[in-house]
Every structure is written in structure tokens, then in C-alpha cells.
């Protein structure tokens, strides 16, 4: 493809941005499929569409908006992108995560990634939340990691390591208010896969996927792994919206499919606004 944005482009970027609002983000939010409600509990809001940014890439994808909307949350100054790029959409790793990268030069320091995912962990549920712990980049052990090409100093070293990837204060955080908000029967934390897409997986790559992880999806990977580079302190969590079929002796109706995949983030979407608001405001004391 087209190379890769330039430090200056990516400057550019945040300057459309700055230009266009007086908010100074330090939290980052990326809304997954059908969540971008997270991105309407923000008060004084400025809303910027991707295309509104010149060479910036736009989504493609049902259940996403593709805007940044900047604003308040509990005395915090935020950015949230009301939707995200996907590897299937056909954008390579480096363009999925560069929105990571214009965030760094705005001044964010904590990137929140929220996701949908399928459940292979056999003790999850549809509607369940996941606290990512840890992941498996796929694609990217097969080089489609956002990091690849000359390395971009300004932001970060040649070699991450990615052994502490999803902050454990956070993820700590994230367990107690979970308690706190009387909803830990459903918050578990894991291990999520992912996988390039678009078709879903077989029944034999989810059995070979599911010896590591809990939950795959088709995103977020890309995004984590460059907020690491850029010094930011990562938390990510997946809304589980359908059970994975792992054996292709199982009946066909519990095979996936998009549309319960957005309307399950309805079902979810209160509670998700509630962790999720809760650990920002409380983040900077763990
Ligand atoms: N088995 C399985 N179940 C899933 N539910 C949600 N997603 C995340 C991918 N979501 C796509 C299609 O809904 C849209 O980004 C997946 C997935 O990748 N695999």
C-alpha cells in the first residue's frame, strides 16, 4: 500500500484536531462494536468526523460512526473514537493504530480499548465482560504488527516488550469497582485472540486459539501494541456477544453473526459507561 504517514502528517493530524477544540485530552477511548454510547456520557462535547481530517482513514464498518468526540468525564478531558479500523476493512496494522499515535501528540497517557468478542472460554457468557490481561496478535506473529518499517523514535524504542502490556493497576482497579458496582458475576479477565477476518473462525483455529485465550476477536491488537510504544499505560476490556462454536459437530444456529453482535452491546452498553467511567475517574490512585 500507500507508505506510511510521516511524523509531520501525523502532527498535521492532531492540529485539525487541536483547531477544532479547546479540550487537552489525557485519556483515550476506543469504542468497539456497538459501543460507541461511551462516547455520549461525555459532557461538553466536540465531535470531529474522520473525514473531516484530510487523508485520515474513515470505517466502513455497521455499529461504528467514525468521529472523534472530545470532552469531559468525571473532571477528566477525554478523546474517544466513536469508531475504529479493522485489518478486514482492509487498512494494514500501521493505519489502524496511527489514531494512537495522533492521541500521543494531543497528550494522552491512558488509552482505554474496548471490543466485541466472541466467548470460547466455556464458562463465559453472551453479555459477559472481559478484562484483557493478555493477548494473542496473530497477524501480527505473522508480521502485520503496526510497528513494522522504520522505527518512529520520537514515539518509542525499536524493541517493546509487551510482557506488561494491560496495565495491572488498572486491571486491579477495574476488578474492585466491579465489586464496588455489584457486577462481578459477569466481569471475568482473560486472554483475548485475535485474528485478521473477516470471515469468522473455524471450529478447528478456535479449539487451537482457546489453549491460550478466552475470547477472539478482530481488533484492538494493533492498537494496544502502539499505545505500549508511545509510553501510554493500556487497559482494554471485550463485551462477550455470542459463544463460539468449537466443535463442527455443534448445531449451525450458535454459528456468529453480526446482528447479535450489536445488539448485544445495547444490552451491556449501561454498565460498560459505569466501569468504565468509574476507573478513569479513579485511575490516577492505582
Ligand atoms: N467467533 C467470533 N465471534 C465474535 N464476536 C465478535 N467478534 C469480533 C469481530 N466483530 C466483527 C464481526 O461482528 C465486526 O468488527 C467475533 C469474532 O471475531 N469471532
Known sequence: ????????????????????????????????????GLADVLEHKTVIPYSDIPHFPVSTVKGHHGQFVLGKMKGKTVIC??????????YPA??????????????????????????????????????????????????????????????GERFISTSHLYDAGLRKLARDIAKEIGC???????????????????????????????????STCPEAITAKHCGMRVFGMSLVTNKCLMDVDLTEEDAPNHVEVLETGKLREEILQELVTKVVEKMDNY
Not at 81 to 90: I, P
Not at 111 to 120: K, Q, S, V, Y
Open 1 to 36: 500500500g500507500m507508505p506510511m504517514y510521516t511524523y509531520s502528517e501525523l502532527e498535521g493530524f492532531a492540529k485539525v484536531i487541536q483547531d477544532r477544540s479547546e479540550h487537552k485530552p489525557s485519556v483515550g477511548i476506543i469504542c468497539g462494536t456497538g459501543l460507541g
Open 81 to 90: 473514537m466513536q469508531g475504529r479500523f479493522h485489518l478486514y476493512e482492509g
Open 94 to 155: 500501521w493505519k489502524i493504530a496511527s489514531p494512537v499515535r495522533v492521541m500521543s501528540l494531543l497528550g494522552v497517557k491512558t488509552l482505554f480499548i474496548t471490543n466485541a468478542a466472541g466467548g470460547m472460554n466455556k464458562n463465559y457468557n453472551v453479555g459477559d465482560v472481559m478484562i484483557i490481561k493478555d493477548h494473542l496478535f496473530f497477524p501480527g506473529l505473522a508480521g502485520m504488527n503496526p510497528l513494522v518499517g522504520p522505527n518512529m523514535s520520537q514515539f
Open 184 to 218: 462481578s458475576d459477569f466481569v471475568q479477565e482473560g486472554v483475548y485472540a485475535m485474528v485478521g477476518g473477516p470471515s469468522f473462525e473455524s471450529p478447528a483455529e478456535l479449539r487451537l486459539l482457546n489453549l491460550t485465550c478466552d475470547v477472539v476477536g478482530m
